[in-house]
């Protein structure tokens, strides 16, 4: 069994929405790292455009709302 089953719907949809907020310390860890390619034969790579994709949802979460519902 998956983690994600083991979850209710809405913690499943806040993980969605939310989750990268919590992950981008992570993120910046693997996209930093000693060996990590960003790009190969002058395109970046699928990881790298993961990583940046991930870390753009992350800065557009809007922290009030977030912070609303973490105290809901």
Do not use: H
């Not at 989750?19 to 699928?46: C, H, I, M, R, V």
């Not at 455009?49 to 105290?71: C, G, H, P, T, W």
């Amino acid at each position: 069994m998956y983690e994600c089953q083991t979850q209710s719907k809405y913690m499943r949809k806040l993980e969605k929405l939310y989750g990268a907020y919590y992950d981008t310390e992570k993120l910046y860890d693997e996209l930093y790292s000693k060996n990590f390619k960003k790009f190969y034969a002058g395109k970046p790579t699928k990881k790298y455009k993961r990583i940046k994709n991930q870390l753009k949802k992350a800065s557009q979460v809007n922290y009030s709302d977030f912070e609303r519902l973490m105290y809901k």
